[in-house]
């Protein structure tokens, strides 16, 4: 598919199949061949001195610079955010400290909203601090952001929806913060997707995936994907050719395969997540819902602004805190017990035992996970089936035992 701008546009399924595949294959097969090759000869030595130059006609030379699967992902992830380039990498952490590795240096400073990917602000506290970068962590809210900014400043590092609040900041304020201090800001949009958020096109200057989640969307692979201006990608991508965290080809495939169903699987997570989480508002073992798009999320507005879709995952806090969640989750017979979401199995967790497990209840609290809280990533299962084992569940959680 050519990249020249379509009028009117494409729309996000039919770039999911064919965004970033060339019209026809050299090879005339229909879907991406998986080359397995470390390195990529040349013809002779005149070839190798007119690549050296600049000519990029060609593979890379060796497979930590590049490979043909691997470009095809990266092609049609760009193509679904809207992005010049692409750059993926073995996981959505390798993604993430590689790319803040490549672009900060001794002295500089980075805004980091809380709510983030635990290792996220792992990596950024203590790692980046070894480095002498010093980190501040902020409420999801722009004027917290903003506040936060100084003269240092080099990157804001937000998530947009959070994880397991799913806050959505006012990204435009943001931005336009941050561009008149020529600070970047960088967006984990794995929890929107690109069918759900384009974070570039409101001026965002980097976006991360766990193309585990989502993009890859079948619980069968891990990835992450960096996706901006062709500069900006370019750099992370020379560092990349030195710390190495490169995909290999065949999971390259498995996502190519996995993004071709993406706007399927996340307009289908959208609904059931949704109708699930206007259930669990209704019934009485719950205390609170969050959900983006759900008139009572603290974000409701920023979120009706910035999603087209409220996403896969719903938080809630059960009446009778850890015990109650502990035996709703062991009710539930479809969504299984494990710390991912966004594939095609329904997963539920307890951000408490899971994520937070290695905090104490007053820590736990201090950082605002409540001891109910149950986070449950919706599948592509029968939004029936989902809602009716939700509802049995519920029942067992709401009956302490010995009662
Ligand atoms: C899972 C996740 C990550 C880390 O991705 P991996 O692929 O597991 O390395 C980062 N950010 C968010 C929001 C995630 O959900």
Excluded: C
Aim: proline residues 6%; hydrophobic residues 45%.
């Amino acid at each position: 598919m050519s990249d020249e701008p379509r009028d009117p546009p494409l729309g996000p399924s039919t770039i999911a199949v064919h965004g970033g595949e060339p019209s026809i294959r050299d090879d005339r097969s229909l879907t991406t061949p998986v080359v397995h090759a470390s390195a990529y000869p040349f013809e002779d030595t005149q070839e190798l001195i007119d690549y050296m130059k600049g000519d990029r006609e060609r593979p890379a030379e060796y497979g930590r610079y590049g490979n043909p699967t691997v470009e095809r992902a990266e092609a049609k992830l760009a193509a679904l955010e809207g992005g010049q380039a692409a750059v993926l990498m073995s996981s959505g952490m390798a993604a993430i400290t590689t790319t803040l590795l490549a672009m900060l240096k001794q002295g500089q400073h980075v805004v980091l909203t809380r709510d983030a990917y635990r290792k996220t602000r792992v990596f950024a506290t203590q790692v980046l601090a070894r480095y002498g970068v010093a980190v501040d962590i902020v409420e999801p809210n722009a004027s917290a952001v903003i506040e936060a900014m100084r003269d240092e400043t080099k990157i804001v590092f937000t998530e947009a929806p959070t994880n397991p609040y799913l806050r959505v900041l006012d990204l435009a304020a943001v931005v336009e913060a941050a561009r008149a201090r020529r600070i970047k800001t960088i967006i984990d949009a794995t929890f929107a997707t690109p069918i759900n958020m384009q974070p570039l096109a409101h001026g965002v200057d980097l976006v991360i995936h766990s193309a585990t989640k989502y993009l890859g969307g079948h619980n069968d692979l891990l990835a992450g994907v960096v996706v901006g201006r062709a500069p900006l990608v370019g750099a992370i991508r020379e560092h990349l050719g030195m710390v190495g965290a490169i995909p290999d080809p065949n999971t390259a495939f498995l996502l190519l395969r996995g993004l071709k169903t993406l706007a399927l699987r996340v307009r289908q997570q959208n609904a059931t997540a949704h109708r699930l989480a206007d259930v669990l508002a209704d019934d009485p073992a719950v205390a609170r819902v969050w959900y983006p798009l759900r008139s009572d999320h603290p974000d409701h507005e920023n979120a009706s602004r910035y999603l087209s879709g409220g996403g896969g995952v719903v938080s809630f806090e059960l009446h009778g805190g850890l015990a109650a969640g502990t035996r709703l989750v062991d009710a539930l017979q479809i969504p299984k017990l494990a710390p991912s979401l966004g594939g095609v199995e329904s997963l539920v967790e307890q951000p408490g035992l899971m994520s937070f497990y290695e905090l104490s209840v007053d820590e736990r609290e201090a950082i605002g996970i409540r001891d109910g809280l149950v986070r449950l990533s919706v599948g592509v299962e029968e939004a029936d089936d989902l809602e009716a084992d939700l509802r049995q569940a519920l029942r067992v959680a709401a009956v302490a035992p010995g009662r």
